[in-house]
């Protein structure tokens, strides 16, 4: 490997650990978002079966029409549907099947602990050695990351959507019953 090789190659591991870390926080931030969205999500669930209790405003009873009883279960589904989605942020993204030991996957890369766990440190010590096999592995981490990080992103807006439309219909069911 001639000497330019040599620098782009740490160059390219150098951006890729950038880019990793960067990976990192907007994943981490997302965990957050969901985190506080989920508990403001279980909150209005808690305050809506509370409301539908004994001599609450929605119970069965206070249900009157067909509108107030279709308004009162999708604003109920849209809410419970919000909870398992911000729930499925925030569960972590462990991949177990594909990491186990018994496959292969876990030999070709050296980024997630998942698969760091397998190795032998001195074949770990000899594989960081090899860097252009790094930076394989690095680049396959990075596709996997910005994968769950999409799909916990979009999680986390579908969530946020549903709570606000699931709000809105109990909302509006509450105006009704009145």
């Given at each position: 490997?001639?000497?330019?090789?040599?620098?782009?190659?740490?160059?390219?591991?150098?951006?890729?650990?950038?880019?990793?870390?960067?990976?990192?926080?907007?994943?981490?931030?997302?965990?957050?978002?969901?985190?506080?969205?989920?508990?403001?999500?279980?909150?209005?669930?808690?305050?809506?079966?509370?409301?539908?209790?004994?001599?609450?405003?929605?119970?069965?009873?206070?249900?009157?029409?067909?509108?107030?009883?279709?308004?009162?279960?999708?604003?109920?589904?849209?809410?419970?549907?919000?909870?398992?989605?911000?729930?499925?942020?925030?569960?972590?993204?462990?991949?177990?099947?594909?990491?186990?030991?018994?496959?292969?996957?876990?030999?070709?890369?050296?980024?997630?602990?998942?698969?760091?766990?397998?190795?032998?440190?001195?074949?770990?010590?000899?594989?960081?050695?090899?860097?252009?096999?790094?930076?394989?592995?690095?680049?396959?981490?990075?596709?996997?990351?910005?994968?769950?990080?999409?799909?916990?992103?979009?999680?986390?807006?579908?969530?946020?959507?549903?709570?606000?439309?699931?709000?809105?219909?109990?909302?509006?069911?509450?105006?009704?019953?009145q």
């Amino acid at each position: 490997m001639s000497a330019k090789d040599e620098v782009d190659t740490d160059r390219a591991i150098n951006t890729a650990w950038s880019v990793h870390s960067a990976l990192g926080d907007w994943t981490g931030r997302v965990d957050v978002k969901a985190s506080i969205f989920l508990t403001l999500e279980a909150a209005l669930l808690a305050a809506i079966i509370n409301a539908s209790g004994q001599d609450g405003r929605l119970t069965e009873d206070a249900l009157e029409t067909r509108l107030e009883h279709i308004t009162y279960w999708v604003g109920m589904s849209l809410i419970c549907a919000s909870i398992l989605l911000a729930a499925g942020v925030v569960t972590p993204q462990l991949r177990r099947w594909a990491s186990r030991k018994g496959g292969t996957e876990w030999k070709k890369n050296i980024v997630f602990f998942g698969h760091l766990r397998h190795w032998d440190p001195k074949d770990l010590k000899r594989e960081l050695l090899d860097q252009p096999e790094a930076l394989d592995s690095l680049s396959r981490q990075l596709v996997r990351m910005s994968e769950i990080s999409w799909r916990k992103h979009s999680w986390a807006q579908f969530s946020m959507i549903l709570a606000v439309f699931g709000a809105g219909s109990i909302v509006w069911c509450l105006l009704l019953v009145q």
